[in-house]
Nanobody
């Protein structure tokens, strides 16, 4: 089993920054990709950013809506995946989830989510 726990959400003003963390534990040796998703109020869940690879290899991808503002990274020593968010906009308001999958698998492992609210 794989456990994922998000932290770092909160209330921030437009233009501000937040750092989300996803702590992973359990049978994580097979997790090839970790993605950050978000679900705005009344909308469908969307993929925000992914990081793939093992060890020192890290391929990243971003949704167009967050490119240049969000950065995904991985701390192998702490088994965490972070999402640095800057220049936040009200439309970034959502519950943010991290999820993991094996190389050929689906996103089967999910955290409980953390709320991010961007408002003045």
């Amino acid at each position: 089993q794989v456990q994922l726990v998000e932290s770092g959400g909160g209330l921030v003003q437009p233009g501000g920054s937040l750092r989300l963390s996803c702590a992973t534990s359990g049978s994580i040796f097979n997790i090839y990709t970790v993605g950050w998703f978000r679900q705005p109020p009344g909308k469908q869940r969307e993929l925000v950013a992914t990081i793939s690879g093992f060890g020192s290899i890290a391929y990243t991808n971003y949704a167009d809506s967050v490119k240049g503002r969000f950065t995904i990274s991985r701390d192998n020593a702490k088994n965490t995946v972070n999402l640095e968010m800057s220049s936040l906009k009200p439309e970034d308001t959502a519950v943010y989830y991290c999820s993991g999958k094996s190389r050929q698998g689906q996103y089967d492992y999910w955290g409980q989510g953390t709320q991010v609210t961007v408002s003045s």
